[in-house]
């Protein structure tokens, strides 16, 4: 379990609803949890970073408490969990957070920069029978096992979409050199729709990979062959940071997204009561 050591401070444009925001993240006594502040409301509500307060949106994860939100926080707690990271006020100037380039990397950066405080022992949660939740194609279950792995399986089912496999322990070494860097994508016959639902408002070619209809990137380069696999596994990692609590066991996840993710977190919690 572990805080920062002082305030870190973050600024910038929100994937889908394109807003300039600001974060100011304070260290936090233990059992705090990650805890959102929004300070453009003049109440300053709270939204505890719990799956307790999950609200399941199209392609991202979503938090609401009494009708306030916060959006898209799914990299910010990756890097959280990455980090080993448990207890902070964030406070926030707008309802969602920065997409910055897409991935956890300056996430993380930002966090370590202001130092690491260690809290002692947190709570982990040991995954001891097969856990499974599936929707149409897609699938993510539990299996214990020692230390915290997961294993994605990518596949669209498209002909310039190669099927990607991706694996690893998530240890804080592995995620920051594997699986932080790793950014969010897109296929292009998908930009239209979603802009039509009101999304993807502050992505940009820089933000976010866009992938052509012939499988090439669209003014940007790959930072890892499989990066689309590794962002997967980033996105779990930062929806299981919403279990509040360490998991011991391995995950596969087969086509999996945030929904998934969430619907898996509340079974596991569900299993603890």
Known sequence: MATISNIAHFEGIGLHTGENVKLNIHPADTGHGVVFVRTDIESRPKVPASIDYIDYRQRRTALVNDGVEIQTPEHFLAACYGLGIDNLLVEISGPELPGADGSALPFCQALMDAGIE????????????????????????????????????????????????????????????????????????????LQKFGLGKGATVKNTLVIDDDGSIIDNELRF?????????????????????????????????????????????????
């Open 118 to 193: 260690e809290q002692g022992t947190g709570k982990t949660i040991k995954i001891d029978s097969e856990l499974q939740v599936d929707r149409d194609k897609a699938s993510i279950k539990a299996m214990p096992d020692t230390g915290f792995h997961i294993e994605y399986t990518l596949d669209h089912d498209l002909d310039f979409f190669p099927k990607q496999v991706f694996s690893l322990e998530i240890t804080k070494d592995s995620f920051i050199k594997e699986i932080a860097p790793a950014r969010t994508f897109v296929l292009k016959k998908e930009v239209e729709a």
């Open 225 to 273: 062959a499989d990066e689309f696999t590794r962002h997967k596994i980033l996105d779990i990692v930062g929806d299981f940071f919403l279990l509040g609590a360490r998991l011991e066991g391995k995950l596969y996840a087969h086509r999996s997204g945030h929904n998934l993710n969430a619907l898996l977190v509340e079974k596991i919690q569900a299993c603890q009561s």
